[in-house]
């Protein structure tokens, strides 16, 4: 059971897997952040106001933290594993109050190829996402895979 773990090409194939569909699902809601914020608002769980500014900001955390786990960034595998489980909490309250509604997680579906989704798939989307987040942590412990610190991918030792 250790070898799998140990694989370096599993760990690579994961995380790259898992950064690329947060980069993906960034830049599908920052090519419509007005759909985005619609969606948001939906669930009332912020202001109108406050829907604006997270249409934007959760898309460049998406992007950023993708393109972290991508380069495997100290920290980035952290940040995507605090958003999964914050958009879980979103869905698991959308379910509590009986939301049929899109997630809006991989874009507006009225300007993306993609079908809406209710909240109990893009919660078992997430989960299994998160799956795979766990999968790396595991890696990272077995086989002492390390990611780097953002200083040595600008080329500053430490």
């Not at 100290?74 to 959308?94: D, T």
């Not at 509604?101 to 909240?119: E, R, S, V």
Request: aromatic share 10%; with cysteine; net charge positive.
């Amino acid at each position: 059971m250790k070898a799998p773990l140990a694989s370096k090409a599993l760990y690579t194939a994961v995380r790259v897997i898992l950064g690329l569909l947060f980069v993906y699902a960034g830049t599908l809601k920052l090519m419509h952040p007005e759909g985005f914020a619609v969606t948001i608002n939906i669930y009332g769980l912020v202001s109108w106001k406050m829907a604006g500014f997270l249409s934007y900001a959760i898309p460049c955390v998406e992007i950023l933290s993708g393109l972290g786990l991508v380069l495997d960034a100290r920290g980035a595998l952290a940040v995507i594993v605090a958003q999964l489980l914050g958009f879980m909490v979103v869905l698991l309250y959308a379910l509590y109050l009986g939301l049929d509604a899109d997630c809006g997680c991989f874009g507006n579906p009225q300007n993306t190829d993609n079908a809406p989704t209710g909240p109990l798939h893009a919660f078992l989307r997430d989960a299994v996402m998160l799956a795979g987040c766990a999968l790396l942590y595991v890696q990272r412990r077995v086989a002492g895979f390390r990611p780097w610190a953002l200083g040595r991918l600008f080329g500053k030792k430490k």
